[in-house]
């Protein structure tokens, strides 16, 4: 008989890491309702509030909304098996972690790759998506990395999209870490697909992966010539659960919708007008005081994400030693660089319910006693006058 572990009580921890963010109290208490059945009237009841809230944040009237059971990665691969098939040309933007994992998902789908690259920071440009374009014979989809948070870079889409259409190609975009922190105009800027995942400016616990299709996606879906390759991501198949039918298919994870419809509730509750300025203003303080604490930020000037930023380790400094006293010293987590910014760059998430006035305060005071500790010269409160300064303006 093994010891019997004592209840788990986890750490205080302020989350600015590059996901999860925070999670509101009222998504906590939602988590902990009794379980309905994933048929049940009610929880059905329940499940149109979630494809009616979805719909508002994507800005979307499809009607083809909902949350795949899984993370952010299960909506990447909903919408790759769904809309790809063998041999079929994809032109992806790869230009840090999230886009090189579409190309992947994208062959392992049966699909041709045509990489477009950019330098991990900078954003993929409209021309080159163009050019790849017109090197494909028929090229059926175009896919970007709307919020990169491997780099914190923060790529425009309506150009990209209007050129897929003008090529006959579809458009997808991976929206996990902007959905809810910075517009999503999925209708306006006339997107075929997206995917987000819920534990970043949704601010709920990770577990489920929103998406939507728009009609010429679902007229893909529709005459597909071969069986989708995933028979547990075939939306062919949820949508019979998602919509009128209600034909069982998995059992939906029942306590995470609750936690969702709490988190879009909130959402919807501030507007997401202020929303975004409230992310773009934390940004902006931050980005003050770290530039007071002599740090800078590593993204493209210009296509910086408001919710994540990648911050230059300054020579000399220890990466992952400043990162572990944060989070022992501290309570703080922040993330590290990944691939070719591993140990390079530090990640501040700035995301839904992490995304504060007190939270920024509280990182730049942490960093500040940090650094200084770690023998670099720091003039006290000089980060935090910057960003006071950014929130009086
Ligand atoms: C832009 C982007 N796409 C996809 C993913 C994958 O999501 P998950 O880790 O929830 O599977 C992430 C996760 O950080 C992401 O930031």
Redesign the pocket.
């Known amino acids: 008989m093994p010891t019997i572990p004592g209840e788990f009580t986890p750490p205080p921890r302020l989350l600015l890491g590059?996901?999860p963010s925070q999670v509101h109290p009222r998504v906590l208490a939602a988590m902990a309702q009794p379980l309905l059945g994933h048929l049940d009237p009610a929880f059905i009841a329940m499940m149109e509030d979630v494809k009616v809230l979805l719909r508002l944040v994507f800005q979307t009237e499809n009607a083809l909304t909902f949350p795949v059971s899984g993370?952010?990665?299960?909506g990447?691969e909903a919408c790759i098996v769904n809309l790809v098939e063998p041999g079929d040309e994809v032109v992806v933007g790869v230009n840090g972690v999230?886009g090189t994992?579409m190309a992947d998902v994208i062959e392992r789908a049966g699909g041709v790759a045509m990489r477009v690259e950019a330098p991990w920071g900078r954003v993929v440009r409209a021309e080159q998506v163009e050019a790849a374009l017109r090197n494909c014979t028929r090229p059926k989809l175009v896919a970007l990395?709307h919020?990169?948070?491997s780099t914190g870079a923060w790529q425009p889409i309506p150009d990209a999209a209007r050129l897929a259409h003008e090529h006959g190609a579809l458009f997808l975009a991976?929206c996990?870490?902007s959905l809810g922190g910075a517009p999503v105009e999925i209708d306006a800027w006339d997107v075929d697909a997206a995917y987000s995942?819920t534990?970043?400016c949704l601010s709920c616990p990770?577990g489920l992966a929103p998406v939507t299709f728009g009609p010429r996606a679902v007229e893909v879906i529709q005459t597909r010539n071969t069986k989708v390759r995933s028979w547990y991501l075939d939306v062919g198949m949820l949508r019979q659960y998602w919509g009128e039918e209600r034909v069982y298919h998995h059992t939906a994870p029942i306590s995470m919708n609750y936690a969702l419809r709490e988190a879009l509730r909130l959402v919807a509750e501030e507007g997401l007008a202020p929303r975004f300025a409230r992310h773009l203003k934390n940004h902006q303080a931050l980005a003050a005081g770290l530039g007071a604490l002599g740090l800078a930020l590593a993204a493209e000037e210009g296509h910086r994400l408001p919710m994540l930023n990648t911050v230059t380790v300054p020579p000399g400094a220890d990466e992952a030693r400043v990162r572990s006293r944060l989070l022992a010293e501290h309570g703080i987590e922040i993330g590290g660089g990944l691939g070719p910014m591993k140990g390079k760059v530090w990640r501040i998430g700035l995301m839904g319910e992490s995304s504060r006035r007190a939270h920024v305060l509280t990182v730049l005071a942490a960093l500040e006693d940090v650094l200084r500790a770690e023998g670099r010269t720091v003039q006290a409160g000089a980060s935090l006058a910057a960003a006071q300064a950014v929130y009086a303006a």
């Open positions: 590059p996901g993370t952010g990665s299960a990447m999230f994992r990395v919020a990169e948070t991976d996990v870490t995942g534990q970043k990770p």
